[in-house]
């Protein structure tokens, strides 16, 4: 079961697994360079950067093969996967927790679109709009008034996210919520 030698020979150009600290996790690599028939030298196919061959943390701790004596030193620990900073991983969440929300906000603005063909009015600060318009903002791009949150607010559907707008600013009287 556990020959140690040259179980799975890897050639120089072959894809593999391994580590990748950049990425933070096993990535595809490309073998760049061999030492005495272990691989030396990877690019990661998904960062495109080079660096040493570091194995991916397999369920079971099996090495294939040693590393050359020479610059030896290493403990298997510190070719272990990094652990991630608890900042590291905060910031990796909330990065996720923006991207989902962006997600989901284009995947209902398209539903939207889809169902609300009305053309689009401009919107400016002293106009007046109620749900179901379709305005275009100068900045936001495309919107649907989801709701009147206030007399002079509404809530309208961007592409990229859901936002508050005022309205009616400058008219003397406000227009009853339409209900
Ligand atoms: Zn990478």
């Known amino acids: ?25 096993v990535t595809n690599h490309r073998v760049v ?24 943390v397999a369920a079971k701790p099996a090495k294939p093969a040693k590393p050359a004596s020479a610059k030896a030193e290493k403990t298997p620990k510190e070719a272990r996967l990094p652990k991630e900073t608890k900042e590291e991983r905060v910031r990796k969440e909330a990065l996720k927790a923006a991207q989902d929300e962006l997600e989901q906000n284009g995947k209902q603005w ?25 305005l275009a903002h100068p900045r936001f791009g495309t919107g ?15 592409e990229d996210s859901l936002r ?11 227009p009853a919520p339409p209900l």
């Not at 398209?110 to 919107?123: D, G, I, M, Q, T």
């Open 1 to 25: 079961m556990s020959s140690a030698k040259k179980t799975d020979t890897v050639n120089v150009g072959e894809d593999i697994d391994a580590q990748c600290m950049k990425c933070r996790r």
């Open 33 to 56: 360079s061999l030492l005495d028939g272990v691989v030396k030298r990877v690019l990661c196919l998904t960062c495109q950067s080079q660096h040493n061959y570091r194995p991916p």
């Open 110 to 134: 398209r539903s939207l679109r889809e169902k609300n063909k009305s053309a689009p009015v401009k919107y400016t600060l002293d106009g007046t709009y109620s749900a179901d318009q379709v």
């Open 144 to 158: 649907f008034v989801i709701r009147l949150v206030m007399p002079n607010k509404i809530e309208v559907q961007f």
């Open 164 to 174: 508050v707008l005022v309205m009616n600013i400058g008219r003397p009287e406000p």
